[in-house]
């Protein structure tokens, strides 16, 4: 997603948007093992979030972090999500891959 050129906030949140989908957890698990799947609070907008890792804004990843809105997945949450099969919105910003619960699912 960090491509090495400059483009527009408005382009870039849109690349995001279309690479956006839903997945089952089940099909994530590789990446959980690799330490690599980062939950994204409901409250938040996934793209939003999206574009703050792409861009390396770490100033506000920070903010989000210390108020536990994002954090990478813990095995508690993951086994919920095994359990349940969930699906969530993710998308991939290498190397994270960011998932959502809208379902209402809160951060552990």
Same mark, same amino acid.
């Given at each position: ?31 959980? $093992? &690799?330490?690599?799947?980062? #939950?994204? /609070?409901?409250?938040?907008?996934? !793209? ?6 792409? *861009? +390396? ?20 949450? $993951? &086994?919920?999500?095994?359990? #349940?099969? /969930?699906?969530?919105?993710?998308? !991939? ?6 998932? *959502? +619960? ?7």
């Amino acid at each position: 997603m960090n491509e090495n050129f400059s483009v527009e906030p408005e382009v870039l949140k849109a690349k995001i948007t279309s690479e956006t989908a839903r997945i089952n957890w089940l099909e994530l698990q590789k990446f959980y $093992a &690799a330490g690599s799947v980062v #939950q994204v /609070a409901a409250s938040l907008d996934l !793209v939003e979030v999206a574009y703050a890792f792409s *861009q +390396d804004l770490k100033t506000q990843v920070q903010l989000w972090l210390e108020q536990g809105l994002v954090d990478r997945v813990n095995d508690s949450q $993951a &086994a919920v999500w095994f359990e #349940q099969k /969930a699906d969530l919105w993710a998308v !991939v910003v290498s190397p994270w891959v960011l998932v *959502q +619960d809208k379902a209402g699912a809160v951060l552990n």
